[in-house]
């Protein structure tokens, strides 16, 4: 057998950001090749720093999914821009996520002052070239906005959905760039969340998916207990939070219908990543303010 502490191993970690909707999570999930992040067309799908992990024989990416830098509005809104700021303070490279079907923002501008300085890699990724009418002309204005930078800054231009072999590419590219470190996770590790929070997130991503309007930024999910039988079926039993009486009822629905929905969704998410049969318990409760209650926020896992 090979002494594996006599290989010289690489690691370390790479923050993914870009304003609210650009694909970071879809990028993050396809450079695993598995789910480990929340997606949905809605804005803040993502509110806090999911780490995902890729290990390639003596090299290890820890990625750090980030949430949209935004204004906030609440307490939740500078939780998330906090968990983005945090990110950056210490990686070994980032990945600037931007939409191409689109010019550059003032979202995109907060986030361009925030990696130019940066002395680490820079990776501007041009997302959503299938669907962009005019990429070439939307890059040059994203790369604009690094104008001065002096740090190594790479480009490129994919479709986080569609383009496989080129997220496998920027991969490669990213593997490259990584220090001589320990890895900081066993082999194997996919991510750093707990299955509950795993779940929890799936349960809030069919939730943001089924909901209408507002109401999906005032809810949030958590797993109470999660229990194995002998037969191999995950018992799982979580609650959907909102934040006034008038949103449970728009959450359950007529006769339970909404809830049944985003359950059933949800389970068959879980049965197909667990490989397992699930059977997902859901009660909706209320928490007034949360998103405006720090000690609400810490309870249901944003510290």
Do not use: C
């Not at 996520?97 to 501007?124: Q, W």
């Not at 041009?126 to 930078?149: F, H, I, Q, V, W």
């Amino acid at each position: 057998m090979t002494d594996s502490s006599s290989v010289q191993t690489h690691s370390g970690f790479v923050a993914i950001v870009g304003k609210p909707n650009v694909g970071k999570s879809t990028l993050l999930n396809s450079f695993l090749g598995t789910k480990v992040a929340p997606t949905s067309p809605r804005p803040q799908t993502t509110r806090r720093g999911v780490r995902g992990i890729h290990t390639n024989g003596d090299r290890q990416l820890v990625f750090v999914d980030t949430p949209g830098l935004h204004k906030p509005k609440d307490a939740l809104g500078k939780y998330m821009n906090h968990e983005v700021h945090s990110a950056l303070s210490d990686v070994d490279a980032v990945v600037w996520v931007v939409d191409l079907r689109h010019p550059p923002t003032d979202e995109d501008r907060l986030v361009a002052n925030s990696v130019r300085e940066l002395p680490k890699p820079l990776f501007l990724v041009g997302n959503k070239t299938d669907a962009a009418k005019y990429p070439n002309e939307a890059m040059k204005l994203y790369s604009a906005l690094l104008e001065g930078r002096e740090g190594e800054t790479t480009e490129t231009m994919l479709s986080a959905q569609n383009n496989p072999s080129a997220v496998a590419t920027l991969r490669e590219q990213l593997l490259d760039v990584l220090p001589e470190n320990p890895f900081f996770f066993p082999v194997g590790a996919a991510s750093d969340q707990s299955r509950e929070m795993w779940a929890a997130e799936i349960i809030r991503e069919e939730a943001m998916k089924k909901l209408r309007d507002e109401l999906p930024y005032a809810v949030a999910t958590r797993v109470n207990t999660w229990t194995e039988r002998e037969d191999g079926l995950q018992r799982i039993e979580g609650e959907i939070v909102v934040e006034k009486n008038q949103h449970k009822g728009m959450v359950i629905g007529a006769g339970g219908k909404q809830l049944r929905e985003i359950g059933q969704a949800a389970r068959k998410q879980l049965e197909v990543f667990l490989s397992r049969k699930v059977y997902l318990g859901l009660e909706v409760i209320v928490i007034p303010g949360w998103r405006e209650d720090e000690e609400a926020l810490r309870e249901l896992g944003y510290e």
